[in-house]
């Protein structure tokens, strides 16, 4: 099967998803395109990917699929090209920047009727597994806290590529978006968000960065993300009326402790054949049985998320507390 790739914004990501299909064997990318063709040909380096236009690309019948991996106001308006042009679209992480492209893409969506799927790879980490079934358990009682921290030292090592220092949305819609995407997997979408930023520069990303997310009953979920912390593992702590959950580290350990409990209790965390299908996986599996139903994965989800990220930007730029439009 061969796919190919609208936008390579993130080169790392291009990269990540050729060495999977690699591993799995059952399609390979081929093409790759971008607005900018200097982004797209660094991308395709080494990876043997012909650089195309976005038309070109999408007017291919060999290719069968497309991953969005452009930069992220650009994704709507491709996922909705690629539909359009009927090809199975994989989209990473977010689906639209705002609200109302979000439900217009969701829309283009169910009314093309073609495999999708939502890539929120951090959801399926055993790690994040863990702390949703212990949600959904209720054995922490009524939730009162929930703290997310995702960070790298990429600004200080010189990895991140110019067009991502030089993006103010960079740092929020890359490594920050996934905490924000968990606390929306774990509790809904957020009636008002607040954030801050370090920094002023418009023309930059900031090298931290923190959500305050509010959801119903007072719940405040505090997202971190950040540039600028080389030894920063990812963690994700749980708090209730009836106990905590604390999870993460750089081997993924997760363990619980009830009112009770003597002691903390480790949990057990599902290994590499236990777990679910990745979105990549589920689909390739939905593109090889054309004429199925479909089921587009994680859809609702990108309507969150596009809506989460429109308050956070406003309340960067009005450095206030904004709700969550519905």
């Known amino acids: 099967m061969q796919l190919g790739v609208l936008g390579s914004w993130n080169g790392f990501h291009v990269k990540?998803?050729?060495a999977m299909l690699a591993r799995k064997g059952e399609a390979k990318l081929v093409a790759i395109s971008d607005d900018e063709h200097a982004l797209a040909s660094a991308a395709a380096e080494g990876l043997n990917l012909t650089v195309m236009s976005h038309q070109e690309l999408l007017s291919d019948p060999a290719i069968a699929g497309v991953i969005v991996t452009a930069a992220p106001n650009r994704a709507a308006a491709l996922i909705a090209d690629a539909v359009l042009a009927g090809k199975a679209v994989l989209a990473d992480k977010l689906i639209a920047v705002n609200g109302a492209d979000a439900v217009r893409v969701a829309e283009a969506i169910r009314a093309g009727q073609v495999p999708f799927?939502?890539?929120?790879?951090?959801?399926?980490?055993?790690?994040?597994?863990?702390?949703?079934?212990?949600?959904?358990?209720?054995?922490?009682?009524?939730?009162?806290?929930?703290?997310?921290?995702?960070?790298h030292g990429g600004l200080l090592k010189g990895m991140l590529p110019p067009h991502f220092i030089e993006d103010p949305t960079g740092l929020l819609t890359d490594i920050g978006l996934h905490g924000i995407y968990m606390a929306c997997l774990l509790l809904g979408q957020p009636e008002a968000v607040t954030a801050i930023s370090s920094g002023d520069a418009a023309s930059r990303t900031p090298e931290t960065a923190v959500c305050v997310l509010e959801f119903k009953e007072g719940l405040l979920v505090t997202v971190e993300m950040g540039y600028v912390s080389p030894v920063?593992?990812?963690?994700?702590?749980?708090?209730?009326?009836?106990?905590?959950?604390?999870?993460?580290?750089?081997?993924?350990?997760?363990?619980?402790?009830?009112?009770?409990?003597?002691?903390?209790?480790?949990?057990?965390?599902?290994?590499?054949?236990?777990?679910?299908?990745?979105?990549?996986?589920?689909?390739?599996?939905?593109?090889e049985t054309a004429g199925g139903e479909r089921q587009a994965w994680n859809l609702n989800q990108g309507i969150v998320i596009g809506r989460?990220?429109?308050?956070?930007?406003?309340?960067l730029e009005q450095s206030k507390r904004v709700s969550v439009q519905s």
């Open 16 to 18: 990540e998803y050729a």
């Open 117 to 151: 799927a939502l890539d929120l790879p951090l959801a399926q980490k055993p790690v994040c597994l863990a702390a949703k079934q212990t949600v959904d358990s209720g054995r922490l009682g009524r939730l009162t806290g929930v703290h997310i921290r995702n960070a």
């Open 232 to 287: 920063s593992p990812f963690s994700l702590e749980l708090f209730g009326t009836e106990g905590m959950f604390t999870g993460g580290g750089y081997a993924g350990s997760a363990r619980v402790k009830q009112l009770n409990d003597a002691d903390w209790t480790d949990l057990p965390l599902l290994q590499e054949d236990e777990r679910p299908l990745t979105m990549l996986e589920q689909w390739l599996q939905d593109i």
């Open 308 to 315: 989460v990220l429109e308050a956070i930007t406003r309340s």
